[in-house]
């Protein structure tokens, strides 16, 4: 029998990837659009539209993407970073635009002679998961990579998540670190500093 962990990952990377395929060999509308309402949202929120530094991820196997943010922060001069997964942790390189190349698990990374930038240098990380709950709690992957990061110095961590990805509850272990925010292609869950309307 799976552990609790285990198994809610195997519903919700199921769910995922189908929500993320594209249909007829088509582009991704869903993702298209979740992409950039995600970056509407994230522009509702004062420390994204005056962060300086902001780190990113590539999207894998269904997840939410952030390029559409990342673009625009780059766009307003934020300096912009990616992950790469190197001896069980994460290094985060600036990232401008150049060509990432497939990392350990499949997922685009930055070159490593890019340079190295500090956790603690970020205004804002956002944050992959497989699922979250309303209070920020968070179920990774299961390599504790981000974590190792959220548990050190670093700015505001916020999770991007699709909407069926926030649940009611997630198995924590001592480990496992919450996110200061949440957000979704539907808007803000927790951590919301919304514009007037």
Same mark, same amino acid.
């Not at 894998?60 to 912009?80: D, I, N, Y």
């Not at 060509?99 to 990374?109: F, H, N, T, V």
């Not at 930038?117 to 979250?132: C, E, N, Y």
């Given at each position: 029998? &799976? ?5 809610? =990952?195997?519903?919700?990377?199921? =769910?995922?990837?189908?929500? +993320?395929?594209?249909?007829? $060999? ?5 993702? #298209?659009? +979740?992409?950039?309402?995600? /970056?509407?949202?994230? #522009? ?10 902001? /780190? ?13 943010? %990342? ?16 001896? $069980? ?7 401008? +635009? ?7 698990? $499949? ?6 002679? &890019? ?17 979250f709950t309303s209070a920020g709690a968070r179920l990774g992957q299961g390599g504790g990579y981000y974590d190792r990061v959220l548990a050190g110095p670093r700015g505001l961590a916020i999770g991007v998540a699709w909407?069926?990805?926030?649940? #009611? ?12 925010? &949440?957000?979704?292609?539907? +808007?803000?869950? %927790? ?7």
């Amino acid at each position: 029998m &799976l552990d609790p962990k285990a198994a809610l =990952r195997a519903q919700l990377r199921a =769910r995922r990837a189908a929500h +993320g395929t594209p249909v007829d $060999g088509g582009p991704n509308h869903t993702q #298209d659009g +979740g992409a950039a309402a995600l /970056a509407a949202h994230l #522009d509702t929120h004062a420390a994204w539209r005056s962060a300086r530094s902001v /780190a990113g991820f590539m999207a894998v196997r269904g997840e939410l993407a952030v390029t559409h943010a %990342l673009s625009a922060a780059r766009a307003r001069g934020a300096t912009v970073a990616l992950p790469r997964a190197f001896g $069980g942790r994460l290094t985060f390189h600036r990232w401008a +635009g150049e060509a990432l190349q497939a990392g350990a698990y $499949g997922i685009l990374e930055p070159d490593p002679t &890019l340079p190295l930038l500090d956790p603690a240098s970020f205004d804002v990380l956002l944050v992959p998961g497989v699922a979250f709950t309303s209070a920020g709690a968070r179920l990774g992957q299961g390599g504790g990579y981000y974590d190792r990061v959220l548990a050190g110095p670093r700015g505001l961590a916020i999770g991007v998540a699709w909407a069926f990805q926030v649940v #009611d509850a997630v198995p924590i272990d001592p480990w496992d670190q919450p996110v200061d925010a &949440l957000v979704t292609e539907d +808007g803000w869950v %927790l951590g919301t500093s919304r514009r007037p309307t």
